[in-house]
């Protein structure tokens, strides 16, 4: 399509930098920020540029002044209809409908709707997910598989090369007491039944055990060491625990829908940790303190980093330094991404910190969530584990069953079963990623399940509300071709519904950039909307010949864009519910 690579913020944008380049000294425009964004009212037109506010200090001269001065050197532009300055000195674009008609024309026949390619030829690793070998995976471990997927997938239709790495913490001291564990207490047939409740157990009781008994201890750390050394035999256990785990961590995986292109763990990185503290200790960033070897990062006002225990274990930001170098070489990505809850953030300053220090060129992004509440009870003993995260999915499924068989009494019962599923987990995922994930949230199935709100069942119900307006179309005019038929914006509720349809390329750009779902969600909602009032107020079937195609034509792209779009928060869309 045309202007394929641009979206319609990018092409207003230049176009009013250009105004503001001809019009004002360029001085003056340094560091300005020349944007155009939707209009926050219909009032002030479709598009509006705030700059001149800002400039007006710069120029020692009225806001209002500037805005005018520079919409008199804006040539002429194929989009915009008229402008207008508006009180203090906003200026407001308002765009030709016929052009947007063209416009959606035109993102029709694009499978990205518009989408630019913007990460083409660039690489984007993106480590989430990452539970812990023989522990539970809890909330977090959820929160960071979900909201990290989504951004996954809205990085893969931005045309990036992701490389998505469940990065297992496969690798620890814990290691030698779950040995010592297995060997003297694990239970196989528990093992087999439920292997991470097994394992938990046998690690605990390791672990007291420990703590009154000596040398239990000390023969715990020597298998600790054999393990780190090679052993074969205590290397077949670790395997055997990491299969075990991740069995189980799968079933969660194939659930949610998630695959990772590397499943690495700590464990991979194991043979190079020595060698970044050398590396640290070369460039005088490491230095002895009381046996340990730690970076002190006072000019970052952080507190020092362990970098080697003065017993001369590495610590988890070492592996996470080693890490970082191994991907560098290995993908030359852009930018490394970890998906991980808010505990985690002094972790990774540290480790962005020293990164920066050894002059490595990545961009390192730690993208944290908050804690989730759960429903009363979900959680009660302990912080979470899979089989409980499993019953919260049964009964999500289970929940949108009884909503599924009510709203579609004459489906087949398997069909669904198969739509309660889309829907129930739907509803979970949805619940966490419309919401500003820095925010505490508190999870409730009213609010998540709600099909008259801003939920994951609302927007799948409004996808199989339209695809059966289409449908309708088709049964009623089986001889009609909308696609001969040009779009029409002529009510105002079209032309409104239009304006949010051109968006979509735009809020994908912004919530993969700003690594925030909540973006993509808040506007799918706003979508539904929009289209809700557009259906309810503009005669459908019976509309004059024409405009019922051109009708038709919108619907298809409403329906097209919340599938898309919830696709890419991992939500499944129904044919029919
Ligand atoms: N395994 C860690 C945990 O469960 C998360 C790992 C996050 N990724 C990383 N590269 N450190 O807390």
């Known amino acids: 399509m045309e202007e394929k690579k641009k979206t319609l913020e990018q092409i207003l944008g230049e176009w009013m930098a250009d105004a503001f380049h001809k019009a004002l000294p360029e001085n003056a425009l340094r560091d300005a920020d020349l944007s155009v964004t939707p209009a926050t009212d219909e009032k002030f037109g479709d598009y509006q540029c705030n700059a001149a506010m800002g400039l007006a200090r710069v120029l020692k001269t009225s806001p209002r002044k500037i805005a005018e001065q520079v919409l008199a050197s804006a040539p002429a532009h194929e989009w915009v209809d008229r402008c207008e300055?508006?009180?203090?000195?906003?200026?407001?674009?308002?765009?030709?409908?016929?052009?947007?008609?063209?416009?959606?024309?035109?993102?029709?026949?694009?499978?990205?709707?518009?989408?630019?390619?913007?990460?083409?030829?660039?690489t984007v690793v993106l480590d989430y997910s990452s539970p812990n070998v023989a522990k539970p995976?809890?909330?977090?471990?959820?929160?960071?598989?979900?909201?990290?997927?989504?951004?996954?997938?809205?990085?893969?239709?931005?045309?990036?090369?992701?490389v998505a790495d469940?990065?297992?913490?496969?690798?620890?001291?814990?290691?030698?007491?779950?040995?010592?564990?297995?060997?003297?207490?694990?239970?196989q047939v528990r093992l087999q039944a439920r292997p991470i409740e097994e394992l938990e157990r046998i690690y605990v009781a390791s672990y007291d055990k420990s703590r009154e008994d000596e040398a239990w201890l000390n023969e715990a750390r020597r298998e600790l060491v054999k393990l780190q050394q090679g052993d074969p035999e205590n290397l077949a256990l670790w395997q055997l625990f990491v299969d075990l785990s991740m069995k189980e961590f799968e079933r969660i995986y194939r659930r949610l829908g998630v695959t990772f292109d590397l499943v690495r763990g700590e464990s991979y990185y194991r043979d190079r940790l020595s060698d970044v503290l050398e590396r640290l200790r070369s460039e005088g960033l490491a230095e002895e303190s009381e046996g340990a070897q730690v970076v002190r990062l006072e000019e970052e006002e952080l507190p020092l980093c362990i970098v080697q225990k003065s017993d001369g274990g590495y610590n988890y930001a070492t592996?996470?330094?080693?890490?970082?170098?191994?991907?560098?070489?290995?993908?030359?990505?852009?930018?490394?991404?970890?998906?991980?809850?808010?505990?985690?953030?002094?972790?990774?300053?540290?480790?962005?910190?020293?990164?920066?220090?050894?002059?490595?060129?990545?961009?390192?992004?730690?993208?944290?969530?908050?804690?989730?509440?759960?429903?009363?009870?979900?959680?009660?003993?302990?912080?979470?584990?899979?089989?409980?995260?499993?019953?919260?999915?049964?009964?999500?499924?289970?929940?949108?069953?009884?909503?599924?068989?009510?709203?579609?009494?004459?489906?087949?019962e398997t069909q669904q079963r198969d739509v309660a599923r889309a829907v129930g987990i739907g509803a979970i995922k949805y619940a966490d990623l419309s919401q500003n994930p820095q925010s505490l949230i508190t999870f409730t199935w009213d609010k998540a399940l709600a099909m008259d709100g801003n939920s994951a069942p609302y927007l799948q119900y409004a996808c199989a509300r339209i695809s059966s307006v289409q449908d309708k179309y088709r049964e009623r005019f089986p001889q009609g071709d909308p696609a001969q038929w040009?779009?029409?914006?002529?009510?105002?509720?079209?032309?409104?519904?239009?304006?949010?349809?051109?968006?979509?390329?735009?809020?994908?750009?912004?919530?993969?950039?700003?690594?925030?779902?909540?973006?993509?969600?808040?506007y799918l909602y706003d979508l539904a909307q929009t289209y809700s009032s557009?259906?309810?107020?503009?005669?459908?079937?019976?509309?004059?010949?024409?405009?019922?195609?051109?009708?038709?034509?919108?619907?298809?792209?409403?329906?097209?864009?919340?599938?898309?779009?919830?696709n890419l928060l991992g939500i499944e869309t129904p044919e029919r519910i």
């Not at 508006?86 to 008609?101: E, P, Y």
């Not at 469940?166 to 239970?187: C, E, K, P, S, V």
């Not at 505990?343 to 993208?367: D, E, K, S, T, Y």
Request: net charge positive; aromatic share 8%.
């Open 486 to 522: 040009p779009i029409i914006l002529g009510e105002p509720v079209e032309r409104r519904l239009a304006l949010r349809l051109i968006r979509f390329p735009s809020v994908v750009l912004r919530a993969a950039a700003l690594y925030r779902p909540s973006v993509l969600a808040d």
């Open 85 to 122: 300055v508006a009180g203090a000195g906003f200026i407001n674009i308002f765009l030709r409908t016929d052009r947007l008609a063209r416009h959606l024309e035109a993102v029709e026949e694009d499978p990205s709707l518009g989408t630019p390619a913007v990460g083409a030829d660039k």
């Open 137 to 162: 995976m809890h909330i977090g471990h959820i929160r960071s598989t979900v909201i990290g997927n989504a951004l996954d997938r809205l990085h893969r239709f931005l045309g990036y090369r992701v």
């Open 166 to 187: 469940n990065h297992l913490g496969d690798w620890g001291t814990q290691f030698g007491l779950l040995i010592m564990g297995y060997r003297h207490f694990a239970d």
């Open 534 to 566: 557009f259906y309810q107020n503009v005669p459908f079937l019976k509309a004059e010949e024409g405009v019922r195609e051109s009708r038709v034509r919108l619907c298809g792209l409403v329906v097209r864009t919340l599938r898309q779009g919830l």
């Open 319 to 412: 592996s996470d330094l080693a890490t970082v170098q191994s991907r560098m070489e290995e993908f030359a990505p852009e930018a490394i991404v970890y998906v991980t809850d808010e505990r985690q953030q002094l972790h990774f300053n540290q480790c962005f910190a020293i990164a920066r220090r050894l002059g490595w060129r990545v961009n390192l992004v730690h993208v944290w969530f908050g804690l989730m509440r759960l429903p009363e009870g979900t959680f009660s003993t302990r912080e979470g584990n899979v089989i409980k995260l499993e019953r919260l999915l049964d009964e999500a499924e289970t929940r949108a069953l009884a909503l599924v068989r009510e709203a579609s009494p004459d489906m087949p």
